[in-house]
């Protein structure tokens, strides 16, 4: 199939905040699987042009499904992008995916009006869903998933997520703009202060972990998955093969919890001064994992920012 995969912005300016790492690892995989991938990050261009660019895409691309992915924050704009997809292609299939189909599902399902919506870590659903519409399958029969059963939205029940994740393909930076993430860095009037930071210079994003292991009563955690780790040695790789590739030597960890522990985060330091890479890096941890010499080992390898959450206080 020949899909387009776009990554709405929760800002009007065209930025870079948030570069769409969770769109990347399932565009990867899903490209594994045969399928072709066309990449839409709407962070990259101005709220006036994202429209136009829509559907010259539409008007231009053959496009068999549409994947939309967001956070609940970017509910205004899926609602406009879904109803700008139907005014010009009504007959594309529409999927949701990402934190926005997790916590209120019914509820997203009646107002926003996808065809589908994928909950949870999407590689292997979103991946069967695509073949059971390839091959006129029910696709109520696909575990992880969001439908229609005439006008009634159902859920068919939790889906199976990647138990390894270094099994999974690097993720497909390339179709969301890497470079233009890199680039609109340093433009001071061209940015939102996120996960990226200007007094480093250009931050990458990488992933080092997937969900949490705690159930903090403040944070909803639906459809998140079991909390999981890449091997902090291939982690280190991927840094520096960014390093070699993109020029850039700054890193933003999108992790929503770098390390359970703090044997981790000693080897992650470890490794990169093993291997002489001077990086600066930001990650987020909690306050009950931290010592003075583990804060002193991160700063000592170019940790210059910490995120903590609210259950700091």
Request: hydrophobic content about 40%; aromatic content about 10%; overall charge negative.
């Amino acid at each position: 199939m020949n899909i387009l995969l776009i990554s709405p912005s929760y800002y009007p300016q065209a930025n870079a905040s948030y570069f769409p790492l969770g769109l990347a690892y399932i565009s990867a995989y899903v490209k594994m699987q045969g399928h072709q991938v066309k990449g839409l990050n709407l962070n990259h261009m101005d709220f006036a042009d994202r429209a136009q660019r829509l559907n010259s895409v539409l008007g231009r691309e053959k496009i068999d499904l549409i994947g939309i992915s967001g956070l609940t924050v970017a509910f205004n704009e899926i609602d406009k992008l879904i109803k700008e997809i139907r005014g010009v292609r009504a007959d594309i299939p529409i999927v949701l995916g990402g934190g926005i189909t997790a916590v209120e599902g019914e509820l997203m399902m009646n107002t926003l009006r996808p065809n589908y919506a994928v909950v949870g870590e999407g590689e292997f659903i979103f991946t069967r869903l695509l073949t059971a519409i390839e091959n006129n399958v029910d696709a109520r029969k696909i575990a992880g998933i969001w439908c229609w059963d005439g006008d009634n939205p159902i859920y068919t029940g939790d889906g199976e997520s990647p138990k390894h994740l270094d099994e999974l393909p690097l993720p497909d930076l390339d179709s969301f703009g890497i470079n233009e993430h890199i680039r609109l860095q340093g433009n001071q009037g061209h940015y939102s202060n996120h996960l990226t930071r200007l007094d480093v210079g250009p931050s990458f994003p990488i992933s080092a972990s997937r969900s949490c292991p705690f159930k903090c009563t403040f944070c909803h955690h639906a459809g998140m998955g079991d909390y999981k780790k890449h091997n902090i040695v291939k982690v280190v790789d991927q840094i520096e093969s960014y390093i070699n590739a993109y020029g850039v030597t700054g890193f933003s960890i999108y992790d929503e919890l770098f390390s359970a522990n703090k044997s981790r985060v000693v080897e992650f330091c470890r490794l990169l001064k093993e291997r002489n890479l001077n990086i600066k890096w930001f990650c987020q941890l909690r306050m009950d994992q931290i010592d003075l010499p583990m804060l002193k080992m991160m700063r000592e390898t170019g940790c210059n920012y910490i995120s903590f959450g609210i259950e700091s206080g």
